[in-house]
């Protein structure tokens, strides 16, 4: 991971600085807009909050005034939801993954965001597939169609994106891989 080389100088005292760690492809211009952002070489100062955000990641206005309002209200973590969009449209699947927003010496109870972040997939099908093609081996036919049925049927979706997100990511084998619907589903 790499760390966004963003820095902006604080016009109000009292606003809350932020550390974002990135994989890249993240657009903070609403995050800019309510904390002073900074990624310096070296480490953050002690009384930044830190975030790792996922490549391609977006926090809308909502998110960033809840987080803004929660940073000021105390101390403790800052836990929030991830939602991922496939083709342009959210996942209709219960989110599974959590990012946490924290200080070097945070004590106090953790608190929860009610806006997830939202994390931008594949923007078609076909380079989904081509992606799984290429990391992973390839589930026979009658697999990928018992392990599709059992996610559709749990996951009680009747979303077309969603259906062709389940459909393509049944077809390979993820051998455990974290964040992967398989791994996520096999609990």
């Known amino acids: 991971m790499s760390e966004e080389s963003i820095s902006a100088s604080p016009t109000d005292p009292d606003q809350p600085r932020i550390h974002v760690v990135s994989s890249g492809g993240t657009d903070l211009r609403e995050l800019e807009s309510r904390f002073v952002v900074t990624a310096p ?5 002690r009384e930044a909050w830190t975030v790792e955000l996922p490549g391609d990641s977006r926090l809308d206005p909502g998110l960033c005034s809840e ?4 940073t000021r209200a105390g101390d403790g973590p800052i836990v929030m939801t991830v939602r991922r969009e496939y083709r ?6 219960p989110p599974s993954e959590e990012i946490v927003m924290s200080r070097p010496r945070s004590c106090g109870a953790p608190r929860r965001a009610r806006n997830p972040v939202i994390i931008s997939g594949w923007k078609d099908s076909s380079s989904h597939r081509r992606e799984l093609e290429r990391r992973f081996v390839p589930h026979s036919m009658i697999r990928r169609i018992l392990l599709f049925v059992s ?9 077309p994106n969603t259906l062709r997100y ?6 390979f084998d993820h051998a455990g891989i ?10």
């Open 67 to 70: 987080l803004r309002d929660l």
């Open 151 to 159: 996610r559709a049927y749990r996951s009680r979706v009747l979303d």
């Open 88 to 93: 342009g449209r959210t996942l209709a699947l």
């Open 178 to 187: 974290s964040g992967s619907v398989e791994s996520s589903r096999s609990e």
């Open 41 to 45: 070489d070296g480490e953050p100062d």
């Open 166 to 171: 389940l459909w393509i990511e049944a077809g």
